[in-house]
């Protein structure tokens, strides 16, 4: 072993993670729409496990208990995963300049943020409704800024709806 690879050895290492620093140059908003979709589709997927008016065996308390768990799970990791696409973007993308086309970007950036972690809070198909229509506003802000015009494609998801994208 060579010195600087010993020296290199000894010093505690820790991984990081980004999506280009760099920059790549390579943002979209879609990934944060798909993750909106997702939370809705969960959210949708809990209520519908309201129980039927009779009283459920142990077995079948125990399928709803693990269903729910799996359901909220995934829920609040695609929230999460709503964070970081739109701060990767907000923060990596967007320039001082473009608040002057979008003064309340900013604000947008954090109404997302916070309907986020409300969504994962809570089980609300309104406030689901509100994080994709907020994500969507972000996103047509985005695409307004790199010039191409703006489309809306239904999802074909579950959840109904449309994802915001460019011709």
């Known amino acids: 072993m060579n010195p600087f690879s010993y020296i290199l050895s000894l010093i505690p290492l820790e ?15 879609t ?8 939370v809705i589709r969960m959210t949708n997927l809990i209520d519908e496990l309201k129980a039927s008016g009779s009283e459920p065996s142990f077995d079948e308390r125990k ?19 709503v964070k970081e696409e739109i701060r990767i973007i907000w923060g990596d993308y967007f ?35 509100e994080l994709l229509s907020a994500v969507q506003e972000f996103a047509e802000i ?18 109904g709806g449309e994802i915001v994208s460019h011709k």
């Open 15 to 29: 991984t990081a993670y980004a999506h280009c620093d760099i920059p790549c140059g390579i943002y979209d908003p």
């Open 142 to 159: 985005f695409y307004k800024s790199k010039g191409p015009e703006i489309v809306r494609v239904p999802s074909g998801y579950p959840t």
């Open 63 to 81: 399928k709803i208990i693990h269903r729910i768990s799996r359901l909220t799970k995934v829920k609040e990791e695609h929230a999460e995963l």
């Open 95 to 129: 320039k001082e300049e473009n608040l002057k086309d979008y003064p309340d970007l900013h604000k947008l950036v954090f109404k997302i943020m916070k309907l986020s972690s409300r969504v994962k809070q809570e089980v609300d198909p309104e406030d689901a409704l």
């Open 31 to 38: 990934p944060a729409q798909i993750a909106a979709h997702t």
